[in-house]
């Protein structure tokens, strides 16, 4: 089958031919109809050898939705044809924390070798996806694999972060949402849908913050050190009771603590690799930090259930599998609008 793998550090992702995957015991194997880029991608192609905690080469991609095409032996719960979307966060399936479906907090996973799919695990940027439990899958009946593919990581993941900060966005709340690309311009939807905050986005770029007013954002401001002043004057001097910095670098940590009211919820869920400053006297008081991962298997289902309802839309752009290289390459400069998603068997 081909595939899309970044083959050795530094260099450039590819499209190879690799043998299809065979299912083992339990595990099963879906033909990939959509699989999603996410920045993260970029990051781990960027990390130093000695960061690397998988072998090279590996199939990328985490966000990924197929059919069942195969089922390795015993498997049950499937069948052959169903339309699944692939819960990404893969962990041991046996604690306390993957016994209530929080996989993507499972302490023993990395002891136990076990990686998530295009993150160490071969991955969705490929015809077949080997999936190893009929756990991780979930049905997206009524939806179109296009549209909701990235809601297996960026519907996912900002769904995660902000049912954390539901009890701080009451009636005449403010949210903060720090970078529209493709997390961000779902959790401006996600804040709309569930929440009466007011909803202020922050970026850098004119097309980002165009795409937050398209997509329900009351403001859209320029991210940069002028913010916090600007929100703080939307808000009578007390600044945003919740903080999604969908960025993760040192300034918006700085952007994101600035903004936030006294006992704010701020979250720091971007992978720009940037500390946010926490103590007494450095942020507000009663403020709350968090640095989500992802999200639960039952937060997955409720994304989804989001998406057939018409409460969310993410917006894409497609890419054959072959085409894959130049849309990371679109990522990287910043000019992909919402996800950049592949279809590998068109
Ligand atoms: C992937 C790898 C590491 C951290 C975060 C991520 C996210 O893209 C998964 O949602
Ligand atoms: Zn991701
Ligand atoms: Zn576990």
Redesign the pocket.
């Known amino acids: 089958m081909k595939a899309v793998q970044y083959r050795s550090v530094g260099a450039a992702p590819e499209v190879v031919e690799i043998p299809d995957p065979e299912p083992g015991p339990g595990q099963v194997v879906v033909q990939v109809t959509a699989a999603g880029l996410c920045h993260s991608d970029l990051t781990l192609m960027h990390l130093p050898a000695e960061r690397l905690e998988f072998p090279l080469p590996m199939t990328l991609g985490h966000e990924g939705v197929g059919t069942v095409a195969a089922l390795g032996a015993g498997t049950t719960g499937v069948t052959i044809g169903d339309s699944v979307a692939v819960y990404g966060p893969w ?5 306390a ?2 016994a209530a479906g929080r ?1 993507n907090y ?4 990395g002891r136990l070798g076990i990686r998530s799919p295009g993150l160490g695990a071969p991955g969705a940027l490929a015809q077949f996806l080997l999936v190893d439990d009929v756990r991780h899958l979930v049905p997206f009946d009524g939806l179109d694999p296009v549209a909701a593919v990235s809601l297996t990581d960026a519907g996912l993941t900002p769904y995660h972060a902000v049912k954390w900060a539901l009890p701080a966005l009451v009636p005449g709340s403010t949210a903060v949402v720090i970078g529209v690309g493709g997390l961000g311009h779902v959790a401006i939807q996600l804040l709309r849908a569930l929440t009466p905050a007011r909803v202020v986005a922050l970026d850098v770029n004119d097309d980002k913050l165009a795409l937050a007013g398209a997509v329900g954002a009351h403001e859209a401001l320029v991210s940069d050190e002028s913010a916090p002043a600007a929100i703080r004057a939307l808000t009578g001097g007390l600044g945003a009771e919740a903080v999604f910095d969908f960025v993760g670098v040192a300034a918006t940590g700085r952007i994101a603590v600035a903004s936030a009211a006294a006992q704010a919820r701020v979250l720091n869920v971007g992978l720009g690799g940037g500390a946010m400053p926490m103590g007494f006297m450095l942020v507000p008081p009663g403020m709350s930090a968090y640095a989500p991962y992802w999200g639960t298997r039952g937060d997955l289902i409720e994304v989804i259930a989001l998406a057939r309802a018409g409460a969310l839309s993410v917006r894409t752009e497609t890419y054959t599998l072959d085409g894959a290289p130049l849309a990371y390459e679109r990522l990287r400069a910043g000019k992909v609008t919402g996800r950049a998603v592949v279809l590998p068997n068109c």
Do not use: N, S
Request: net charge negative; glycine share 16%.
């Open positions: 962990g041991c399936g046996l604690c924390a993957c996989e499972c302490p023993h996973a």
